[in-house]
């Protein structure tokens, strides 16, 4: 009897055994996919953040200096899309993702959308100071390239010229730039200008930019 019981006993055993080991690797793909959006997530936040770094770092240089970047985005996301102000007029993009029009208007303060708009908890951001040149909104496929631009006031964001071939295009700091003299007017600063940036800037903001006069 002992022996038959041993017998009758090993089957309930593997089966266990499987259960357990598909238990396990049940849970195991689970963290494993779950861990992988988290680093999609954070490649996603990267791509946002080194973004708004070069806007930053372009809205202090001379007006026409520009740069162009590829667009490289996590494999769920297909679009980053820039809304512009006034009314949303690419159709196509519009047309082909349902509801996308809503989004845009719903996120009256943010400007920069992804899409799928469900593929990640947080696909909607802002930058300060960027601008678009083109449809609204201006949307890249991932893997395309953009072009950011210095304007008077804010940072452009537009598709690359074809003829484009220079990826960095820096304009000679021949005179004061306008940014960096509005920023010390609004904030008070003019005093410091001549002591950041050598020589007589500040009386060079008056006469170019009228500013700090």
């Known amino acids: ?15 266990l055994a499987l259960i357990i ?7 195991g793909l689970y963290y494993t996919f779950k861990l992988k959006d988290v680093g999609e997530s954070i490649e996603l936040s990267q791509f946002v953040l080194n973004l708004r770094e070069d806007v930053q770092s372009y809205y202090y240089l001379d007006s026409g200096s520009s740069k162009v970047t590829t667009i490289r985005l996590p494999s769920k996301l297909r679009y980053v899309c820039f809304k512009g102000k ?3 007029n690419n159709n196509e993009i519009l047309e082909r993702h349902e509801g996308f029009d809503f989004i845009l208007q719903s996120y009256d303060q943010r400007n920069i959308f992804f899409l799928p708009f469900d593929a990640y908890t947080n696909t ?13 909104p201006l949307c ?30 820096f304009k000679p700091k021949l005179t004061t730039s306008f940014n960096i003299c509005k920023v010390a007017q609004d904030n008070n600063l003019c005093d410091g200008l001549n002591i950041a940036y050598g020589g007589d800037y500040r009386s060079k903001c008056c006469s170019e930019n009228k500013l700090c006069c």
């Not at 009897?1 to 089966?15: A, E, N, S, T, V």
């Not at 909607?124 to 609204?136: A, Q, T, Y």
């Not at 631009?149 to 071939?165: A, G, H, L, R, Y």
Request: charged share 25%.
């Open 124 to 136: 909607v951001f802002n930058i300060d100071n960027l601008e678009i040149k083109g449809k609204n």
């Open 140 to 169: 890249f496929k991932n893997g395309e390239k953009a072009k950011i631009t210095t304007q008077s006031t804010f940072v452009e964001i537009s598709e690359p010229s074809t003829s484009t071939k220079k990826v960095d295009t």
């Open 21 to 27: 080991g598909a238990l396990v690797l049940t849970y």
């Open 1 to 15: 009897m002992k022996k038959r019981g041993q017998i009758l006993g090993q089957p309930i055993i593997f089966i």
């Open 86 to 88: 006034g009314s949303l």
